[in-house]
């Protein structure tokens, strides 16, 4: 006695992948608002916005290749950074804060010095890295 096979049948009916799809699209925009991105926000200056800055308004630090943070050939750690930014601060509130970096330094200490700048919410903060010498 021979047995009658049913073939297989894809989709009949195409509102069925229509729907699935449709819910896959809803189920990504939905995750996609989710994504959280940490960082740094900082405020960027506009395109043609220019801005004067007085030489007494700077205040300049260097960054070795270790990550010691160099103020006047005197080399600060982050506190010590803190209480010069701070006291310039009160002294000027427009101060405006450099800080030029080594590209071999470490980058916990950069990123660490950012979040000092961040914290003490300096409006005009600039940082660039040492031209090689070679």
């Known amino acids: 006695m021979k047995i009658k096979r049913r073939e297989k049948q894809g989709f009949l009916d195409s ?7 449709f819910l896959l699209i809803i189920y ?16 960027l200056p506009a395109k043609d916005s220019t801005r004067l800055i007085l ?8 960054m070795d290749g270790e990550g010691n943070i160099i103020h006047e050939e005197e080399i600060l750690n982050i506190t010590q950074a803190k209480t010069l ?8 509130p427009d101060i405006a804060v ?16 950012v979040e000092l700048a961040q914290d003490l919410k300096i409006d005009s903060f ?9």
Not at 28 to 43: D, E, R
Not at 55 to 62: H, N, Q, S, Y
Not at 85 to 92: G, L, M, P, V
């Open 126 to 134: 600039s940082f660039a890295m040492k031209k090689d010498e070679s």
């Open 15 to 21: 509102s069925a992948s229509s729907d699935l799809a």
């Open 28 to 43: 990504f925009i939905v995750i996609a608002g989710f994504n959280i991105n940490k960082g740094f926000l900082l405020n």
């Open 98 to 113: 450099i800080i030029t970096i080594d590209g071999s330094a470490v980058w916990q200490s950069v990123v660490s010095f």
């Open 55 to 62: 030489r007494e308004d700077l205040l300049r630090f260097d």
């Open 85 to 92: 930014i701070q006291s310039a601060q009160q002294y000027n």
